[in-house]
Nanobody, 124 residues
Framework: QVQLVESGGGLVQAGASLTLSCVAS????????MGWFRQAPGKEREFVALMGWSGGLESYADSVKGRFTISTDNAKSTVYLQLNSVKPGDTAVYYC?????????????????WGQGTQVTVSL
């Protein structure tokens, strides 16, 4: 079992920055790739960013490339998502996930474990 706990969401204005954190615990969590997904009201959960604990496998959705950065801190068992230049379209619940299967575009159906989610709301 792997447990994931996100934090760091909130209400911010367009153009601002914030950092989301996801602390992983449990058995063998380091064998999974770590991803961030998001889900806006009425929409499907979509891929945002992915990284392995070794720093490899780094990838981003086109919609966030150049604005968001994923990183890991192995000593703290924590995955971060740095959000810069946020837009109202980034408003969603952001979820941390552990994935054992990686596709060219990571799919939410491939996640083995999920965190509880953290709300990010971007106002004009």
């Amino acid at each position: 079992q792997v447990q994931l706990v996100e934090s760091g969401g909130g209400l911010v204005q367009a153009g601002a920055s914030l950092t989301l954190s996801c602390v992983a615990s449990g058995s063998s969590f380091s064998k999974y790739a770590m991803g961030w997904f998001r889900q806006a009201p009425g929409k499907e959960r979509e891929f945002v960013a992915l990284m392995g604990w070794s720093g490899g496998l780094e990838s981003y959705a086109d919609s966030v490339k150049g604005r968001f950065t994923i990183s890991t801190d192995n000593a703290k068992s924590t995955v971060y998502l740095q959000l810069n230049s946020v837009k109202p379209g980034d408003t969603a619940v952001y979820y941390c996930a552990a994935l054992s299967r990686i596709q060219s575009v990571p799919d939410a159906r491939d996640a083995n474990y999920w965190g509880q989610g953290t709300q990010v709301t971007v106002s004009l």
